[in-house]
């Protein structure tokens, strides 16, 4: 089967948006937080390449060039943060206060669990960039000697179940500012939970936006630090 595949160019990509796009139907038809769109696409991928006997290669050959668009995708994320320029301008302060609080308190996390469960010293900074873009988080692991596709596996689960659960957490916390909501959820799962932060509302997607790029920079600061607590 990974003989016919090559003759198909896109192969990887159509079956990674048809999974993507099944994933928005479900969503959409059972508006569950559980039917998260990215979620289902990579359980379709699983499956479609366990059932065929499709090596990960063969199928990473064809669906490279969906990753070429990650990079445009990112930039417009500055489109709605320019739209709130002057809400960024009134609350600076408490944007920066709120992104370095949120990781902290991650590195902390993790340091923590990292004690509880008796994680090595590469292991436990493996972990330590979880919540930030995957770029940035990939370099951080490999200069720290962690690892490197642990740590990219563990920013997808991250981003996945920030996305599920940001909007139920905010409701349990009484969390209503938009602000807030913003960089609470870009601050702790990065670009996927940020096309939650979307869906809630402009001030939120601009403002996690704004989080992704902020947090990569404090996490690269911090993470040398908390890498000699343990």
């Not at 048809?18 to 937080?33: A, C, H, M, T």
């Not at 445009?72 to 206060?97: D, F, G, N, W």
């Not at 916390?173 to 670009?191: K, M, N, R």
Request: some cysteine.
């Amino acid at each position: 089967m990974s003989n016919t595949i090559n003759g198909f160019l896109f192969f990887g990509a159509v079956i990674s948006l048809l999974g993507y796009e099944l994933g928005i139907q479900l969503k959409r038809k059972f508006r569950s937080p559980l039917f998260n769109p990215l979620l289902i696409s990579i359980l379709v991928v699983m499956g479609l390449l366990s059932l065929f006997n499709i090596k990960y290669e063969v199928y990473n050959q064809s669906a490279k060039y969906i990753s070429y668009l990650l990079t445009p995708a990112t930039i417009c994320l500055a489109v709605p943060l320019y739209r709130q320029m002057e809400m960024l301008k009134k609350h600076s302060k408490a944007i920066v206060a709120g992104t370095i609080t949120g990781v902290v308190t991650t590195m902390a996390t993790v340091l923590l669990l990292a004690v509880i469960f008796g994680l090595n010293h590469q292991e436990y900074v493996t972990f330590l960039p979880k919540s930030i873009t995957t770029a940035i988080a990939m370099g951080i692991s490999e200069e720290m000697k962690g690892f490197v596709t642990i740590t990219v596996a563990s920013i997808i689960i991250t981003g996945i179940l920030g996305n599920i659960i940001a909007e139920t957490i905010c409701k349990v916390f009484h969390i209503t500012e938009p602000v807030a909501v913003g960089i609470a959820i870009g601050s702790s799962a990065h670009a996927i939970g940020t096309t939650k932060a979307l869906e809630l509302g402009e001030i939120e997607g601009a403002m996690s936006g704004l989080a992704i790029a902020t947090s990569g920079l404090c996490t690269v600061v911090f993470a040398s630090i908390f890498a000699n607590f343990h």
